[in-house]
Antibody, heavy 131, light 109 residues
Framework: EVQLVDSGGGLVKPGGSLRLSCAASGFTFSSYSMLWVRQAPGKGLEWVSS????????YYADSLKGRFTISRDNAKDSFYLQMDSLRVEDTAVYYC????????????????????????WGKGTTVTVSS | EIVLTQSPGTLSLSPGERATLSCRAS???????LVWYQQKPGQAPRLLVY???RRAAGIPDRFSGSGSGTDFTLTITRLEPEDFTVYYC??????????FGQGTKLDIK
């Protein structure tokens, strides 16, 4: 079964740190880009960070201002989100997700295009930042 | 950054009716980059439609996506009780940020 299991959430004081983990199973983890998405209480979804299959490319939401670091260990089929200098506004459920891609040939333009989506999600881990 | 605006914020309908959810982008986007998700309370989002109109595996054919340019639509024909929840659109392009709309809540009338 294709599955992602996220963990590591908890209660932390402002300024503190947490490390979230996401363990993958049922697919070739090293072939996929992976992402973190968060959802503050009662709010919508917010993309947080992404990492390419070989860790060459890592991206972050501007709102994080360099406080979070994404990483992965393909030997362990896992990836991580190190969260430092946590703020009250970082309180949210954090979901890990798999990025899948399909190719589509555009016969009109004569180009190959890619279609991206998140098709596998973890159940979410809750991070609460409060004094 | 692409901003996605979903409307209405809340849509009240009855089972068996047809739902039309809108997602408007702040600028023209590639159709391939528009994705729809469903999220039930306490659960992770579930992929419904990608590439604006491609139904994900296992999604019933009462769900369909359409649109181009700046205007995209998720249509749910013959609403079932389990369809009454929240729906998000997302711009998922070649490079981040991968923005979401603010969501549309589908309520039972």
């Amino acid at each position: 079964e294709v599955q992602l299991v996220d963990s590591g959430g908890g209660l932390v004081k402002p300024g503190g740190s947490l490390r979230l983990s996401c363990a993958a199973s049922g697919f070739t983890f090293s072939s996929y880009s992976m992402l973190w998405v968060r959802q503050a209480p009662g709010k919508g979804l917010e993309w947080v960070s992404s990492i390419s299959p070989n860790s060459v490319s890592m991206y972050y939401a501007d709102s994080l201002k360099g406080r979070f670091t994404i990483s992965r260990d393909n030997a362990k089929d896992s990836f991580y989100l190190q969260m430092d200098s946590l703020r009250v506004e970082d309180t949210a459920v954090y979901y890990c997700a798999r990025q899948s891609v399909e190719g589509d040939y555009d016969y009109v333009g004569g180009t190959y295009q890619y279609i991206y989506y998140m098709d596998v999600w973890g159940k979410g881990t809750t991070v609460t930042v409060s004094s | 950054e692409i901003v996605l605006t979903q409307s209405p914020g809340t849509l009240s309908l009855s089972p068996g009716e047809r739902a039309t959810l809108s997602c408007r982008a702040s600028q023209n986007i590639n159709n391939n980059f528009l994705v729809w998700y469903q999220q039930k309370p306490g659960q992770a989002p579930r992929l419904l439609v990608y590439g604006a109109s491609r139904r994900a595996a296992g999604i019933p054919d009462r769900f369909s996506g359409s649109g181009s340019g700046t205007d995209f639509t998720l249509t749910i024909t013959r609403l079932e009780p389990e369809d009454f929840t929240v729906y998000y659109c997302q711009h998922f392009g070649d490079s981040p940020p991968y923005t979401f709309g603010q969501g549309t809540k589908l309520d039972i009338k």
